[in-house]
């Protein structure tokens, strides 16, 4: 299974990105999907998931500016993010739990997209 993580770049303060994560290779059934973060010098957080139920969870610097969002037909996840801040900037990776057989699940890493935020 591979992820393609894609929809980084630099923004001002105050703008919006969309990032896509396109998982593809042998999927059963695709579980949960989302979104993490890791800045300079910082632990890696999380920023979104969903559940194949459509429970989504974010994190708390969130505050309503990110949506995720998934297309099951292409198996892909987004993060639409609006009203960025320069604390947003960081290398965003894709998290991808995916059913590889009836018994049998792994969880996969996008490559990373990097996001900056000027001030």
């Known amino acids: 299974v591979q992820l393609q993580a894609s929809g980084g770049g630099l923004v001002q303060a105050g703008g919006s990105l969309r990032l896509s994560c396109i998982a593809s290779g042998d999927i059963f059934r695709i579980n949960d999907m989302g979104w993490y973060r890791q800045a300079p010098g910082k632990e890696r957080e999380l920023v979104a998931t969903?559940?194949?139920?459509?429970?989504?969870k974010y994190g708390d610097f969130v505050k309503g500016r990110f949506t995720i969002s998934v297309d099951n037909a292409k198996d892909t996840v987004y993060l639409q993010m609006n009203s960025l801040r320069p604390e947003d900037t960081a290398l965003y990776y894709c998290n991808v739990d995916v059913q590889v057989s009836p018994h049998d699940d792994q969880d996969y890493w996008g490559q990373g997209t990097e996001v900056t935020v000027s001030s």
């Open positions: 969903i559940t194949s139920g459509g429970l989504r």
